[in-house]
């Protein structure tokens, strides 16, 4: 009987921990395919207008939070000579 329990628990445990690891990993890509598309807006920007705009950790981290929205704030803060110079 009380190996049945321990299987019983283990298995649930398991389950949760399945489900938590799909939800991460859900986010992650998400907040990967957003980077890669603000990373695509800035690096279009950077050859269309000849924008001097570096691609650090940074950039990249606001690109991944913010996605294209985020692109065009470094963009326009470039543009504009307050940010990202």
């Known amino acids: 009987m009380a190996f ?14 399945a489900v938590v690891l799909y939800v991460i990993l859900k986010n992650g890509t998400q907040l990967a395919m957003n980077a890669v598309f603000g ?3 800035l690096a279009a920007a950077k050859f269309l207008f000849g924008l001097q705009i570096e691609i650090t950790l940074l950039t990249v981290l606001i690109c991944a939070i913010g996605g294209v929205f985020g692109a065009f704030l470094i963009i326009i803060l470039n543009y504009l000579g307050i940010a990202f110079v």
Not at 4 to 17: N, Y
Request: glycine share 0%.
């Open 39 to 41: 990373i695509i807006v």
């Open 4 to 17: 049945a329990i321990i299987e019983i628990s283990t298995l649930f445990l398991a389950i949760i921990i």
